[in-house]
């Protein structure tokens, strides 16, 4: 069975900074496109970054500057490096699978494979 195991949540003041894990096992990792998504309580699932085979990246408007996605094919990961945090970054973070062909990235409804979440929270 495929499965998707993030890691690396916690608790941090802002200003802080995590970095999230994601590692993937039953899956030909570098042919998968790789996306990050948070849901905070109350509030939809969003799209934060996404990185397709090439290592091209993708980043929602309010992490640019901040958050950097990258991937390790030999160990079937991937990462999110979180930096300068804000309480409002405070949410479950989930990291996605897409075997499909990069066309939209920051919608949830491409990936085929997902993960349980982490969860990050981001105090004042």
């Known amino acids: 069975q495929v499965q998707l195991v993030e890691s690396g949540g916690g608790l941090v003041q802002a200003g802080g900074s995590l970095r999230l894990s994601c590692t993937a096992s039953?899956?030909?990792?570098?042919?998968?496109?790789m996306g990050w998504f948070r849901q905070a309580p109350g509030k939809e699932r969003e799209f934060v970054a996404a990185?397709?085979?090439?290592?091209?990246?993708s980043y929602a408007d309010f992490v640019k500057g901040r958050f950097t996605i990258s991937r390790d094919n030999a160990e079937n990961t991937v990462y999110l490096q979180m930096n300068s945090l804000k309480p409002e970054d405070t949410a479950v973070y989930y990291c996605?699978?897409?075997?499909?062909?990069?066309?939209?990235?920051?919608?949830?409804?491409?990936?085929?494979?997902w993960g349980q979440g982490t969860q990050v929270t981001v105090s004042s």
């Open positions: 996605a699978a897409d075997g499909g062909t990069w066309r939209s990235p920051s919608s949830d409804r491409v990936y085929d494979v």
């Open positions: 039953r899956l030909t990792f570098s042919g998968y496109h």
């Open positions: 990185i397709n085979w090439m290592t091209k990246t």
